[in-house]
């Protein structure tokens, strides 16, 4: 007889709840931006967006680092982000090949709604498992997260 824990179709869970997972935030962004009449970033936007809230002018390269993402993929992001205003990039003073981003006012102006909607999608995630529980999938996502990493 085959364990349950066997039977877990962890690839194709994970894989379906990632898609899932985006696709709801982003509707949950859109009905948030709808009720006040304007356009919130999208999941990858809000990201970069909370980086830079974090620590302002940060380097593509920290930007990709702290999102898990590619340069290349983080060059894009940034550039649709700084058209529609929400960052500007500067040469950094030290090296003027890295690049620097900074939030702008109006980028700033977006992280309070970002913040609700991040909220109540953290409290849905959560509703209905313990304390524990919750503790046991954080550590298996981070797990999972390091696979590429030499095992201990």
């Given amino acids: 007889m085959q364990s349950k824990k066997a039977s877990h179709r962890f690839i194709h869970l994970l894989n379906s709840a990632q898609r899932h997972l985006q696709q ?12 006040m009449g304007h356009t919130l970033p999208t999941p990858a936007q809000a990201g970069a967006l909370f980086v830079l809230a974090q620590d302002d002018g940060r380097t593509m390269g920290d930007i990709a680092r702290a999102l898990d993402l590619e340069p290349p993929a ?12 929400w960052v500007q990039r500067h040469p950094c003073p030290q090296d003027g090949r890295t690049q620097r981003v900074w939030l702008t ?17 953290q ?4 509703a209905g498992f313990s304390p524990q529980e919750l503790d ?4 298996w996502l981070d797990h999972v997260r ?6 201990p």
């Avoid at 046991?136 to 550590?139: C, D, F, G, I, P």
């Avoid at 390091?146 to 095992?151: E, K, T, V």
């Fill in 24 to 35: 709801w935030i982003a509707h949950q962004q859109q009905v948030a931006a709808e009720a």
């Fill in 74 to 85: 983080v060059s894009g992001l940034v550039q649709r982000i700084e058209a529609l205003g």
């Fill in 105 to 121: 006012p109006l980028g700033q102006s977006l992280l309070p709604p970002l913040r609700q909607v991040t909220q109540k999608v």
């Fill in 123 to 126: 409290a849905r995630l959560c």
């Fill in 136 to 139: 046991t999938v954080a550590r």
């Fill in 146 to 151: 390091q696979l590429d990493r030499p095992a």
